[in-house]
């Protein structure tokens, strides 16, 4: 058994033309581009827009339908770009709106379509509104376009509620007036230089209203919306009264007065219709950290959102009775909204799954973790773990580097990290770095081909053997196991888009279900299973011995999936 496609499938197409299919969101596989590591045109050690539109034949090849770009806005960078100072203006260090243009047009020209980051819930602080707001003192008309509170105790040396920000500490911070004495507080649930905005004033609503027009107008073709869940706060902000800190990565549970308050919806309804006055389908797809499945779903019914992050899958362990579980709730839970499922293993925000996958078996995987596990175990699941999601119904997420198989750099020098929550926690959490590390495209060369200018995050030596170069045309390598399921999800009938699997009986521990014309089995146990065919062999995230015939009994390797045809 090989990881290759048996027989060649009919319907791959060569040819470069846009997907005019109707509903093209519905099975889309979206790339997550996180610009300052996947290519660096300019030779400064921190990727740009440039180097991006100069490897979008390799995204092409890859076989992804459209590429989501995190921010490049205006920035200082505070938190990685998701502090944006100028929502309409490129930030030097990727590029300029030109260049921007200039990407659009090459990804459509390649049939990839465009989606870009939309950072609605917070600004940076020096954003215009905000430089005003704390310049112009405490009767500043810009203060009620934040969330300016008087302090209490005293003197208002006490934040105005209990709030704690994702990032550590308290969610608030003292300003100074201009005449030098102590002020009021702002609101900021991330970083102080992320200031919340306030949703109920109007002039935040147009703002982003307009933000939307101009790069829908750039060509865009669609938005990936930062903290969905968080731009309508409880009225009053009241203390949420719990001792326990909310974490970014942890569940916020219902009824937390700043996520996930039924406010929100009405934000997404108004963006929807501006998303349809657009011809080409142009999507919306919500970061909304929920604690369950039904409340994601809430973001995209037929008037709101299109698709949502799926993240209780991106949070369950390689566990088949988990994974079962999860997956039939997922489907469940969209099923009376209409919107697909979506699935997603990896982001730049979470500890990449050839790492989370690589503890013992059944041991829980937290979204960040230092640990580096057993390196081959990791690897092994997430390619299985890959198939696996390839291999369900709805639309999928990769992000930069997993089709190489890439492990989290958990080494990161403590003097190299960047990530803002890393300091805020001092160091106890916000290992958010180790999966930004810049991507390695050939075996050599000082950043193994991101640039000629290094990387501003090291790189591993072992970056040059797992190179898109190292990798291309190696059949057993991960790279290949992408392209190679790639092209079979496009032109396989039974893969994509849908509603449900059927599942079948199968020993512990192992998932087995059918789709039209297609089976998938998947053994996320330590111990080869044996099994009959369901089918004609299409696929194996681990090569393994001979492909047994329909219906002839074949041993599924530990932690491997395998595609069938029937
Ligand atoms: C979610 C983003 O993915 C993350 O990187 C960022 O730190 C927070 N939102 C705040 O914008």
């Given at each position: ?7 060649p ?41 440039d ?18 770009l ?43 379509r465009?989606?870009?980051d ?20 405490p ?27 994702v ?107 501006i ?98 596990g ?45 990530d ?113 065919a ?33």
């Open positions: 058994m090989t990881q290759h496609l048996a027989a499938l009919s319907g791959t197409s060569d040819d470069d033309a846009p997907d005019h299919r109707p509903g093209w969101w519905r099975d889309a596989v979206i790339y997550q581009v996180y610009p300052r590591s996947f290519a660096d045109g300019n030779g400064d050690g921190m990727g740009d827009l180097g991006v539109r100069r490897r979008l034949p390799y995204l092409r090849d890859l076989g992804v339908d459209a590429v989501w995190s921010p490049f806005y205006a920035s200082p960078q505070a938190d990685a770009g998701y502090d944006v100072a100028d929502y309409r203006a490129i930030d030097p260090m990727f590029g300029t709106l030109l260049d921007a243009d200039a990407l659009i047009h090459d990804a459509h020209a390649l049939g990839l465009v989606i870009v939309l950072v609605p819930n917070h600004s940076s602080s020096e954003h215009d509104w905000f430089r005003r707001a704390l310049r112009e003192g009767d500043s008309p810009l203060r009620d376009r934040y969330h300016f509170r008087p302090g209490k105790g005293a003197d208002g040396e006490l934040p105005p509620n209990d709030w704690e920000s990032f550590g500490g308290p969610a608030w911070t003292r300003t100074t007036d201009p005449d030098g004495t102590p002020g009021d507080w702002y609101l900021h649930l991330f970083a102080p230089e992320q200031p919340d905005f306030n949703w109920d004033h109007p002039a935040v609503a147009d703002e982003f209203r307009s933000i939307l027009r101009f790069w829908l107008d750039m060509g865009v073709d669609g938005f990936r919306v930062d903290v969905a869940h968080g731009l309508v706060k409880a009225p009053g902000l009241p203390d949420v009264g719990a001792a326990d800190r909310l974490r970014l990565l942890g569940t916020a549970d219902g009824g937390t007065p700043f996520f996930d308050q039924d406010g929100v919806h009405e934000i997404y309804r108004q963006w929807r219709r998303l349809d006055e657009y011809p080409g389908e142009r999507i919306a797809v919500a970061e909304a950290w929920t604690p369950t499945v039904e409340r994601t779903a809430h973001y995209v019914r037929p008037d709101e959102l299109h698709q949502a992050f799926n993240f209780q899958y991106l949070s369950t362990s390689w566990e088949g009775a988990a994974l079962r579980e999860v997956i039939d709730l997922s489907l469940a839970a969209m099923r009376p909204v209409g919107a697909p499922a979506t699935w997603v293993l990896s982001n730049h925000d979470v500890t990449r799954h050839a790492t989370r996958f690589a503890g013992p078996s059944g041991a829980p995987t937290p979204t960040q973790t230092r640990d580096p057993d390196r081959t175990v990791g690897l092994r699941r997430a390619r299985a773990a890959t198939l696996l999601m390839l291999a369900l119904p709805g639309s999928a997420y990769v992000y930069q580097g997993e089709e190489l198989g890439l492990p989290d750099v958990t080494d990161l020098p403590d003097e190299a990290r960047q803002p929550s890393y300091f805020r926690a001092d160091g106890q959490d916000g290992f958010r770095d180790g999966c930004r590390v810049p991507i390695p495209w050939t075996r050599e060369g000082g950043s193994y081909g991101f640039g000629t200018g290094g990387s501003w995050l090291p790189q591993p030596p072992t970056w040059g053997g797992l190179s898109v170069e190292a990798q291309t045309g190696d059949p057993d390598s991960t790279l290949e196991l992408y392209r190679s399921a790639l092209a079979i999800r496009k032109a396989h009938p039974g893969l994509g888009a849908g509603t449900a699997v059927e599942w079948r009986d199968a020993p512990a521990g192992v998932l087995s279900f059918t789709r039209p014309g297609f089976a998938c089995t998947v053994n996320t146990t330590g111990t080869p299973v044996r099994l009959p369901p089918g004609r062999f299409l696929l194996a995230s681990r090569p393994a011995g001979t492909e047994p015939a329909p219906g002839e009994e074949f041993e599924l390797p530990a932690d491997t999936t395998v595609w069938w045809s029937l």
